[in-house]
């Protein structure tokens, strides 16, 4: 049986998470993103390494991806996201939110399709698609520029934004449209609708 990724999960995954984050825009707080949610930790691999006794070198060599993994103890619903602090910060920001859709997304394996899932989830956290929409970015350099992300990250993010609109739901839609609108405006939703 081929086992095919569900983006419209994936998409609406990330987009809640973005409900409950209340600080900057356009580029995302990764380490905000992360405190919003308390179980789960983060530690670098130069950490790990120091409280094994071993190098940084070492511990990358055995670990299973070079730019970051998780550990998961979904019983007691705990995570820790290690990540290659080596790396530079626009791979390091994509590399924790990837490891973060992992653990929203509860993927217990970890193969082409989970991972698919997880570009989409981390792709969704850090390109919001209203903000995309809002400031009619389109180039590479335009994500790059607003978003602090890779060249190759912006290609993505412009290559599946049609997809990402497509499965987004009209509510969560508008619900980070309203918010990401008075965090640039200033504006609280009262004062924008005229409600007390």
Not at 75 to 85: C, Q
Request: glycine share 4%.
């Amino acid at each position: 049986m081929i086992d095919f990724p569900d983006y419209e999960r994936a998409t609406n995954a990330a987009y809640n998470v973005l409900q409950n984050y209340n600080y900057v825009f356009p580029k995302i707080d990764v380490d905000y993103i992360i405190s919003i949610h308390s179980n789960v930790k983060m530690f670098s691999y130069s950490e790990a390494a120091k409280k094994l006794g071993i190098t940084h070198n070492i511990f990358t060599y055995y670990a299973s991806s070079e730019y970051g993994f998780t550990v998961a103890d979904y019983k007691k619903d705990r995570f820790i996201i290690y990540y290659n602090d080596w790396k530079d910060e626009k791979t390091l920001r994509f590399t924790i939110v990837h490891e973060l859709g992992h653990i929203t997304l509860k993927h217990k394996v970890d193969n082409e399709t989970t991972n698919r899932e997880a570009n989409c989830f981390a792709r969704n956290i850090l390109c919001p698609v209203q903000i995309v929409k809002e400031c009619k970015l389109s180039t590479p350099r335009d994500y790059m520029e607003y978003f602090d992300i890779s060249e190759p990250m912006a290609e993505a993010a412009i290559g599946n934004f049609q997809s990402d609109m497509y499965y987004i739901s009209n509510d969560l839609y508008n619900n980070i449209n309203d918010k990401i609108y008075c965090y640039m405006t200033g504006y609280t939703l009262s004062e924008l609708y005229g409600y007390a």
